[in-house]
């Protein structure tokens, strides 16, 4: 019994590891407050997540503020593009349904999914790519897909890890209070560390190093 309490013991490190996922999660929220900075906020949180998973970090808060610092301008005005990207694309399918119908409007409709798809999978990889690989609108789109289509099963995977909260909502709407606790707890934290998990594996089979 006295080493389960041992400082350097598993209880102490559990628990450490635990409210590092939680201040994760609460500078995350913090951070995404004055909305414009939700693209930059993204980008450190992932960065932080693939920290923790290669067991690279520091204190969290310094490693979060450094990554928010470093990425301020450039991931700030992708995340503006793209939040703008995506209220087109869901102000359209909400309003292909009476503007098309026949064949014509599930064509539109699928290659709006297909678009919102492309977006999603350019966030997740751009937030996790190594400077080297996104020095260029170019030449961080070429990365991004190359590596979202060639490990396609992985994509889809970190997709629908990201859509569970949705699902829960749907699932279960007299259940909102509970959700909505978990996300603005430990939530976007966990969802990151599942999706940096993946995606450090699709990295390592590229030979590509943090």
């Known amino acids: 019994m006295e080493h ?5 013991g598993k209880f102490f490190s ?7 996922i939680i201040l ?13 900075t939700v693209g930059t906020a993204l980008c450190a949180l992932y960065q932080t997540a693939m920290q923790i998973t290669e067991h690279t970090e520091s204190y969290i808060h310094q490693d979060f503020f450094r990554n928010l610092k470093q ?5 700030g005005l992708a995340g503006l593009l793209s939040t703008g990207c995506v209220c087109i694309c869901v102000l359209n399918l909400r309003t292909l349904p009476f503007l098309h119908k026949g064949s014509a409007g599930i064509v539109l409709f699928w290659l709006q999914l297909l678009f919102l798809f492309c977006l999603y999978v350019f966030l997740l990889y751009i937030s ?4 080297p690989y996104r020095r260029t609108l170019k030449n961080a789109l070429r990365n991004v897909f190359y590596l979202a289509f060639k490990h396609l099963p992985t994509s889809l995977v970190c997709l629908c890890i990201s859509l569970l909260p949705v699902g829960c909502f749907l699932l279960f ?17 966990l969802i990151s560390l599942a999706h940096s ?10 030979n590509i190093e943090l």
């Open 173 to 189: 709407p007299g259940e909102v209070k509970w959700i909505l606790s978990f996300l603005l707890t430990v939530g976007f934290s």
């Open 197 to 206: 998990f993946l995606l450090l594996k699709a990295l390592k089979r590229e």
């Open 128 to 131: 996790i790519l190594p400077k």
């Open 24 to 36: 994760l999660n609460i500078l995350f929220i913090i951070s995404c407050l004055p909305i414009v």
């Open 71 to 75: 990425g301020l301008y450039p991931n």
């Open 14 to 20: 559990m628990f450490t590891r635990l409210a590092d």
């Open 4 to 8: 389960i309490f041992d400082i350097n």
